[in-house]
């Protein structure tokens, strides 16, 4: 990136403006342009030494170089001591390989720069050539074809019809006997025990096998439980499925 | 053509509106008889398809006025009605005469604006008597232009419930999963407060 | 002048979009040579201050390239586009379709925002379809737009397009595991294997 900013260096001599480079691989065309030879016969050797400078010189003032410019910087290094060092024979890419690829790099970047500048140098509308100013249009009637098939329609309505028919379905409320009128019948009542009491004595319609009677039974289980542990109620129970006795909390 | 006058005929193509002859002596130099030019240039086009014409003390270049309709294009495009238009048409073509109301009544949602529009301009439907209820609502029927396009000789052509449930596009079955999942939650409950 | 070249004109001139050769058949009747027309039309325009031109496939009338000077008085300075999006632009015109990975690759640096986005809003570039690739990632191409405003007939009008090509700097090729711009941990792989 080239955000890294050139601050004024408080000493030293070179002052590197980061600011007009579009990246590591911009840099190393600016030095390659200054070699002022043919780019396919660049010298990389040289190139990465300058490159290699401009990062040291970089360093040496403080700049922030951003990641980019640094790890061109490593891969120039490994570079050079591929081209340096007498080559393994290995399935790798060869220095003289990695060298080409740049200069390919280079070659294809600085033709792009100049397509672009090739193509900003266009008579361009609106700024060298002009349309009308005023045009009067044309007026364009357009007539829509509707695009439908009787399957289409017939499709439509049955679907239509489906949901038509299931569309009043709903479902019954269920009679149950609340909770809430459980624990209300049940705290009237406690006023007016004497003693332990059944608890199917409370239950409206007791014993019955209906869905009603059978919730009014359970609502009034779990109510009494509620209020026995509000401390308003006892229970007691002699043994599994025996009765359910309750009584109320005496006041001491 | 000299300089002078091509740089007056791209200055009059490229302003947004008429110039006055002022304007273009300014830009053309004031040594220039602008008079002249505009009439010279005036002249050329007076029989082409351009003309430049001279309106409220300004020029300006205009289409010729004899080909103003022909400036018209026609363009046909291809339109896929959406489904509560189609079924807007279903329902017409099953319940005419209907009106607005009774369609939305039928469908259960209200009906856009846009729909009956589409259908009249597709030619298919058109508004038929008026229903002599409170209101006198319109009512909406089928045109020919509605029977030519599906094929159909006659309404009674239209396929009826019967028709469309032996066809299999009307499947009787229900099959609402919704429902069934929905049911196994009371049981569960029940079976709760029984235990 | 004959009516069919004077309709010809009008329409050209009257719209405010280039016209492909197909609308102008239409109207002016599909046993019209409407090729030959607008050569016609094209040379009888050829040294005057308007032109008739040829771009992305359509035709339009536009002020003489060589009036631009003249002109410019009046046109609205235009903001000038930064080089990286100058660069951007370019490598889409002549490796299109080309993905944001395969641009940063080319320039060697990540796109920052204010690049593409600067290109499409002036019309320019468009996504194009997605690679078959990994990822499916985006290409983007050039819109008719560009070769309206650069004047371009068609893409391969670009400048020195043929010799770029011949040069093989189009060529897909993958530089070595490209050297920079999302490239970072190549050269760390290679570190290691060294080492």
Known sequence: MDDAIAEAPTEGTLVLDLDGFEGPIDVLLTLARDQKVDLTRISILQLTDQYLAFVAEARRIRLELAADYLVMAAWLAYLKSRLLLPEKDEEEPSGEDMAQALAFQLLRLEAMQAAGAKLLDRPRLGRDVFARGAPEGIQIVTKSIFDLSLYDLLKSYTEHKRREEFDTWRIQPTELYSMEDALEHLSEMLGRLPDWTSLASFVPGAGGDSLMSRSALAAHFVASLELTKAGRLELKQDGVFSPIYLRRVRSS | ?195
């Open chain 2, 1 to 195: 053509m000299t300089p002078r006058l091509r740089l007056l005929e791209a200055m009059l193509f490229a302003s947004p509106e008429p110039l006055d002859a002022r304007t273009l002596e300014n830009r053309l130099g004031s040594d220039t008889e602008v008079g002249g030019l505009l009439a010279d240039l005036a002249a050329h086009y007076a029989d082409r398809g351009i003309n430049l014409v001279h309106v409220g003390g300004r020029w300006s270049f205009r289409t010729a006025p004899d080909l103003a309709d022909k400036l018209r294009v026609d363009a046909e495009v291809q339109k896929k009605l959406s489904r509560a238009t189609t079924e807007t048409l279903a329902i017409i073509a099953y319940h005419q005469p209907v009106t607005r109301g009774e369609i939305e009544s039928i469908r259960g949602v209200a009906t856009s604006k846009g729909t009956l529009d589409i259908l009249m301009e597709a030619g298919w439907v058109r508004p038929g008597k008026r229903r002599e209820t409170p209101g006198r609502p319109l009512t909406w029927i089928t045109t020919d232009g509605f029977l030519d396009h599906f094929g159909l000789e006659s309404l009674r052509d239209l396929p009826n419930l019967d028709d469309l449930k032996a066809s299999g596009l009307l499947d009787p079955r229900p099959v609402l999963t919704s429902i069934a999942g929905g049911g196994d939650a009371t049981p569960a409950r029940e079976d709760e407060a029984e235990g």
